[in-house]
């Protein structure tokens, strides 16, 4: 048997009684080793993704968004859209005389 508890990992939560830490759920994260539930776990800021068991946010890459707060993945910029930057909450259209491809 066991003889002593160890610490939980950053990206998972242990209740008490925990077998084994339980990892944050998608669309959240933690780099903290405290937790006791997974609403200890931080939700995903916009213009991140956050997969199962997170340990910080990955900002969404050039050509890709997340809206909103607690994403498990970016989405790509639709057709007659861009985004330029890393970490985008939207797309941008594309100006008159131009045209964005998917």
């Given at each position: 048997g066991a003889t002593a508890c160890k610490a939980?990992?950053?990206?998972?939560?242990?209740?008490?009684?925990?077998?084994?830490?339980?990892?944050?759920?998608?669309g959240s994260y933690s780099n903290r080793t405290d937790l006791e539930s997974a609403g200890d776990c931080q939700v995903?800021?916009?213009?991140?993704?956050?997969?199962?068991?997170?340990?910080?946010?990955?900002?969404?890459?050039?050509?890709?968004?997340?809206?909103?707060?607690?994403?498990?993945?970016?989405?790509?910029?639709?057709?007659?859209?861009?985004?330029s930057d890393a970490g985008a909450a939207d797309c941008v259209p594309c100006g008159l005389g131009s045209f964005c491809p998917v």
């Open positions: 939980c990992l950053p990206g998972s939560y242990c209740p008490q009684g925990a077998a084994a830490p339980l990892p944050c759920e998608a995903c800021p916009q213009g991140h993704a956050c997969t199962t068991g997170a340990v910080v946010p990955i900002a969404c890459l050039p050509g890709s968004f997340s809206l909103g707060l607690g994403n498990a993945e970016c989405e790509p910029c639709k057709a007659g859209t861009y985004q």
